[in-house]
């Protein structure tokens, strides 16, 4: 009865976790946080100077003493401590905004697959030192397929693959678990290192991280029928240390990031080797699901679909699928607990 009180009163959350983006989600409010994985740290005094979007607008403009900083490095928790009180922030800052405020919130996280016990377990102690009531834990494939409707708790094969900004998971899934799966370092900020490395190589330029993601979103491609797309970027000579512009088209940004590209089809194809037979045949019937900011990379899908000889297509609203997914585990925990993370010291007894 008091579960049902409390569960009633409080502003239960679900959160995905990104190395670029933060979502949240509040039951019954739907997505009311969409923010950059971003803080700001004063390394004079150690006092975090600003979270989210304002700590965004800082990169790469700080004095020396002021650092940005993004506390999870490939999907998973690198300072705790920063980690902890970023989600703080949005956990106050999500009480501010809707009713309800007094009750400590239940929170379900989205997590990369195949993260160690220790790293769940810091980003569970993170929530609850955050202010979390309950912290439960799903890895982003699973919350991703539940996310986009997938029937994951009936004996059929889905298969997701979620291109995010640290970290791709691909996983195959069915009766509420993971069959097969791999989580790839190769994401949205590979794919920006690339082209960084690239315009260093072939035009001598030093381009920032924001330069590189900004042309990447513009007139990045992996299909050679787009051809003709072009953008200016600028960055540093490196020759002169002066600044200079330079012209790119989509050949170039196809050159910059094949080679990862390639190796997330490659990946693809070894979670599809360790699928059971039964499964794969229900994957070529029904497709694969493309999620995550990395699908809206031009002809992507189709890149795949004629690499492994299965039907790919990008999810409806790809960027919260996964935060979609927290949010119809928060709305029935008790009949969705079997897709949850599981703890060594939470396992049954034998």
Known sequence: MLNKFYNF???DIGIDL????TLVYVRGHGIVIN???VVAVNQ??????AIGNEAKRMVGRTPSHIVAVRPLVEGVISDFEITEEMLAYFIRKVHKEVARLWLRPRVVIGVPSGITNVEIRAVRDAAKNAGAREAYIVEEPMAAAIGVRLPVQEPVGNMVIDIGGGTTDIAVISLGGVVASKNMRIAGDRLNADIVQYARDEFKILLGEKTAEDVKIAIGSVAKETEGLEASIRGRDLVTGLPREVAVTDADIREAIIKSIRALVKATKEVIEETPPELVSDIMHRGIVMVGGGSFLKGLPELFESEIKIPV????DPLISVVRGTGIVL?????LKDVLVQYEDELPPQ
């Open 313 to 316: 297509y990008t999810a409806e």
């Open 331 to 335: 709305e029935d925990i008790d009949k």
């Open 44 to 49: 004079k005094t150690g006092q975090v100077v």
């Open 35 to 37: 923010e950059p994985s």
């Open 9 to 11: 009163f409080s502003n």
């Open 18 to 21: 990104g190395t670029a983006n």
